[in-house]
């Protein structure tokens, strides 16, 4: 029997998603063990082995998995916490400050004691280097090699872990930054060595260097992880090779996946491992209302990101983590500190507020028992009655509620003066206040209007929460998939094997070089196909995407717009040319296509790059329906709870609680519905339906709550 598992690894618990051919998928968390995540990997897959109607011995279970698809936090953690490994850079003489001077852009102009971001590399080791290339590729000044090997002594002398290589130029001719790197291998082949042309060969010099020490500075540390996970996987009886047997793939920033042997030389290609393969997955959920869009948030127990997708996730192709610039392409994910373990504090001018800080997995909230003192989002959802102590996690993690009001009382009520429910009423307002203004930035401040777009709602505590940032938004209907506390780890099973290449090409529209471009573009689809059928990905299941970021003359950014096959295959320049224009609207509001202008007909438009995506499409799982039945839920009933109700007419001086119906999740069925206020508890997560609000249950499982009186945007309802 074949097995296929999920697995995301966050900053307070590890999720797993676990299929079967033919019988129904198994939701499994555990907690993680941030100094070495493996741990928690390897002690989950043993937990589910045991889980089920059949459970098995471990060594047969773990030969019994034919895939297992992996996200991880390492590097996105390594990157936070500045903890990875000594690295020296390697570049042209006279720029090594480049990578402290950036693109010369404060980032905050009004605030003159911003100060910048510490570079990755200390500047006594960014060394610069004799030679130089034009902006052609042409030598002008030959490579001084004696030069890069004083470089490499001062690296061995210094202890440096990472080596990365960035000349001016290079993206035109590659040849001496091979030509350094040849010497690098050879002298440290300890060393953990990025090269931008390998990882970026693109125009513009800041980028490039950023993105490649990025790559080196967390490289080492994944690289350990990867090999860990390898071993303890191995141990257990997982082979992690392709072919029939196990095979381990990568979640990378792109929504894609790749193998761990393209992780560990790419690893910034996974600093938005962990999340990356929720907005996919929300769109499947979304599809079976009949919705091409949606937003996509997951409340974890550290952060919460947030995600547009409009019929396909939408991709950024670059962005920043810790305020370092890296420019692969990435999902345009919106993330902020604010999950279930996110800690309440008064500042200076005594103000409520909620995170960034976390108190993570461990010690974790005060109500976990584990030695945390301080107030968590999570602790306040306890004393509102939105979690119940003993069925937290299904009984297996029992929650303090005396020790959450202790920390709520101490933290917040006092300083306050203000009585604990209030306190905690206060805490959640807060958090709900902050992801509905994550939702804006991914939204409404990239001209998309929240209402006309479904909330697909996940984590463990997103459904707690989605009522009021719904409320804050406007939002008249969301989505609370099956598997919304793991939805990440469901999404990497959903996942297809995705390469990014980009090639710079500067060129206004109307004086393409076609034969030139085409066979650029040729190059590139044919090492797309070389990497997919080394994976195994089967000709049919192979396809590449073209696109071109252009931009008008004089402009100072350009757009990346999706290139018709057709057009190009024909070279059509009037529909490129119209594509270009109609993406430019969208983000910008306004296009120079006016009658008679010169943009109209290409003139004043200039290709910078190309890019192709290599998509190696892979099996997925598939959504078992189930058959409506009547809509009157009370086998479900489990009883009454006294829940925080938001919506209250009390006055503001008080905090209404309410005793309101409280539902098991696991025993609703298709056609289930339920009318706000309401809970509903699952094992791994708890749905709060508010008074502003109906729920059904589709034919998926998933619970869709839509505003009442509104029961027009759920089709079934509908129809």
């Known amino acids: 029997m074949s097995l296929k598992i999920g697995i995301d690894v966050g900053g307070t618990f590890t999720d797993f998603f676990y299929v079967r051919k033919g019988q129904p998928p198994i939701i499994h968390k555990v907690l993680s063990t941030p100094d070495d995540p ?135 001719n590659p040849e001496h930054e091979q030509q350094a790197a040849e010497l690098v291998r050879n002298e440290m082949p300890f060393a953990y060595l990025s090269v931008s042309t390998d990882l970026l060969p693109s125009i513009r010099f800041y980028e490039r260097v950023s993105t490649t020490v990025l ?59 962990g999340p990356s393969s929720g907005p996919g997955a929300g769109l499947v959920y979304a599809k079976v209302h009949g919705q091409n869009k949606c937003i996509v948030v997951d409340m974890g127990g550290t952060s919460f990101e947030a995600a547009l997708v409009v019929e396909n996730p939408i991709v950024a192709n670059s962005g920043k983590i810790d305020r370092h610039h890296i420019a692969l392409p990435m999902l345009d994910i919106h993330t902020i500190g604010a999950g279930g373990g996110s800690i309440g504090w008064i500042d200076e001018g005594g103000l409520l507020r909620m995170g960034p800080q976390s108190a993570g997995a461990d010690p974790g909230p005060a109500c976990y028992q584990k030695g945390g003192r301080l107030p968590t989002t999570t602790d306040a959802n306890l004393i509102l009655g939105f979690l119940n102590p003993d069925f937290f996690a299904g009984g297996k993690i029992r929650l303090d509620m005396d020790a959450a009001r202790l920390a709520v009382e101490e933290h917040i009520a006092k300083p306050l003066g203000m009585d604990i429910e209030r306190a905690a009423a206060g805490m959640y307002r807060i958090a709900c206040t902050n992801m509905a203004q994550g939702v804006r930035e991914i939204s409404i401040r990239r001209g998309f209007d929240p209402r006309e777009f479904p909330l697909v709602v996940a984590g463990g505590a997103g459904p707690i929460h989605s009522c009021l940032i719904c409320d804050e938004l406007e939002i008249p209907f969301q989505i609370i998939p099956r598997e919304s506390s793991i939805l990440c780890a469901v999404g990497m099973l959903m996942s297809d094997i995705k390469h990014d290449f980009i090639r710079t ?145 009390a006055p ?50 998933s619970l869709a709550l839509f505003r009442k009186g509104r029961e027009d945007l759920v089709p079934s309802l509908s129809t």
Not at 71 to 98: E, F, H, M, W
Not at 655 to 662: R, S
């Open 215 to 273: 790559n080196s500075y967390v490289g080492p540390k994944l690289e350990h992880y990867l090999n860990q996970l390898k071993d303890r996987l191995q141990d257990a009886g997982f082979s992690g090779k392709s072919g029939t047997e196990g095979l381990l793939l990568i979640m990378q920033s792109n929504g894609g996946v790749m193998t761990p042997e393209l992780a560990r030389k790419s690893a910034a290609q996974t600093l938005l491992s």
């Open 505 to 649: 090409f500067v060129s206004r529209l109307e004086q393409l070089d076609w034969a030139k471009l085409e066979s650029l573009v040729h190059e590139m689809e044919n090492e797309g196909r070389r990497l997919l059928s080394q994976e195994r990905i089967p000709e049919k299941s192979q396809q590449s995407n073209l696109k071109f970021d252009c931009r008008y003359l004089r402009q100072y950014h350009e757009v990346s717009f999706n290139v018709p096959r057709e057009a190009f295959r024909k070279r059509d320049i009037e529909l490129i040319i119209k594509e270009f224009h109609a993406e430019h609207n969208r983000l910008y509001g306004y296009t120079l296509e006016e009658a008679g202008t010169s943009a109209a007909k290409g003139a004043g438009i200039e290709i910078i790059n190309v890019r192709v995506q290599a998509v190696g499409q892979t099996e997925k799982p598939q959504p078992q329906e189930e058959t409506a039945g009547d809509a009157d839920p009370s086998e479900a009933l489990k009883g009454k709870r006294r829940v925080y109700v938001f919506e209250s007419e």
């Open 652 to 701: 503001e001086s008080d905090v209404d609680f309410q005793e309101i119906p409280l539902y098991d999740g696991h025993l609703l069925r298709s056609g289930h519905r339920i009318s706000g206020p309401a809970m509903i508890e699952q094992i791994t997560t708890a749905i709060y339906v508010s008074n502003a609000f109906d729920c059904i249950c589709d034919p998926y499982g």
């Open 38 to 172: 493996s741990v928690a990997v390897v002690r989950g897959l043993e937990e589910l082995a045991q889980i089920g109607d059949t459970p098995m011995p471990v060594q047969e279970f773990f030969a019994s998995i034919e895939t297992i698809v992996h996200g991880t936090t390492v590097s996105t953690n390594t990157t936070l916490t500045r903890t990875g490994a000594k690295s020296g850079l390697i570049t042209t003489q006279g720029v090594r400050d480049a990578l402290e001077m950036r693109r010369g852009i404060r980032e905050e102009q009004y605030n003159n004691r911003y100060t910048n971001v510490e570079p990755l590399v200390p500047r006594y080791l960014r060394i610069g280097v004799e030679g130089r290339l034009d902006r052609n590729g042409r030598e002008v000044i030959p490579l001084n090699l004696e030069e890069v090997r004083q470089a490499v002594e001062l690296f061995k002398k210094e202890g440096v872990e990472a080596v990365s290589i960035c000349f001016m130029n290079a993206f035109a």
